[in-house]
């Protein structure tokens, strides 16, 4: 389950992530990612994690095709809350697509807004 976070704003996007998605899930979130896009061009996104996102392949391959297509548009991916794992896949997601991505700890949801959102 996921629900879109209050703060989201403009080309800000926030999602807390409660439990693992499934397909149409992540096609309601790429929907509306790809909506922001198409008005404002780039997006920045915070998740907050408090499971992991993808409950199989279905989901999975859902968020593997919106990377693909949407990549140079990603400004800045923020993960709060992520396991060791997940930090090291935003890390190499990072380098691999040349957009900013940093993890923070549980509890630090304002302060990734605060980088997501800066200059």
């Known amino acids: ?9 403009g080309s800000s996007l926030a999602y807390r992530i409660t439990r693992p998605l499934g397909r149409e899930e992540m096609q309601q979130i790429t929907d509306e990612l790809e909506g922001t896009i198409s008005v404002h ?3 920045r996104v915070l998740i907050d994690l408090k499971a992991f996102p993808f409950d199989g ?8 095709k919106f990377d693909i297509r949407h ?8 993960i709060v ?3 060791d794992v997940q930090q090291w896949v935003s890390r ?4 691999l697509t040349h957009t900013r991505c940093h993890c923070f ?3 630090e ?5 605060d980088w997501l959102t800066g200059d």
């Not at 389950?1 to 704003?9: Q, W």
């Not at 392949?57 to 593997?64: A, D, H, P, T």
């Not at 190499?92 to 380098?95: D, H, L, N, S, T």
């Open 41 to 43: 061009g780039r997006i």
């Open 1 to 9: 389950m996921y629900e879109r976070l209050n703060r989201s704003t």
């Open 71 to 78: 990549t140079p548009r990603l400004e800045r991916l923020a």
């Open 105 to 107: 700890n549980e509890g």
């Open 57 to 64: 392949l279905g989901s999975l391959w859902e968020e593997l």
């Open 109 to 113: 949801l304002d302060r990734a807004w």
């Open 81 to 83: 809350g992520g396991t």
């Open 92 to 95: 190499i997601f990072g380098v």
